[in-house]
């Protein structure tokens, strides 16, 4: 059973960074994409970043330049590092893992992120 923890979210002035982290209870294998999606309030939620030893990185191109996905292996952590926060960045964000272009098969329980102006 994979589950995924995710920490580091908080509030911040718009311009603030703040750093996500996602620990997964198992090894997630390279080949196996992992993302951050958000939700806010009446959005649909939408995948922000993600990463896969095939693909690389992608990103939503609203936060192309001020966030940043990597992921320690070692660990079996996930990180979203970011930046220039703004204020239309406040939403719940979600790490996932595997067939994140379909329906993603493991999410976290979700961390808030408030970016106040």
């Known amino acids: 059973q994979v589950q995924l923890v995710e920490s580091g979210g908080g509030s911040v002035q718009a311009g603030g960074s703040l750093k996500l982290s996602c620990a997964a209870s198992?090894?997630?294998?390279?080949?196996?994409?992992m993302g951050w999606y958000r939700q806010a309030p009446g959005v649909e939620r939408e995948l922000v970043a993600s990463?896969?030893?095939?693909?690389?990185?992608s990103y939503l191109d609203s936060v192309k330049g001020r966030f940043a996905i990597s992921q320690d292996h070692a660990k079996n952590t996930l990180y979203l590092q970011m930046n220039s926060l703004k204020t239309e960045d406040t939403a719940v964000y979600y790490c996932?893992?595997?067939?994140?272009?379909?329906?993603?098969?493991?999410w976290g329980q979700g961390t808030q992120v408030t970016v106040s102006s």
């Open positions: 996932a893992a595997c067939n994140l272009g379909s329906a993603p098969s493991y």
């Open positions: 198992v090894y997630i294998p390279s080949n196996c994409a």
């Open positions: 990463i896969s030893g095939y693909d690389g990185t």
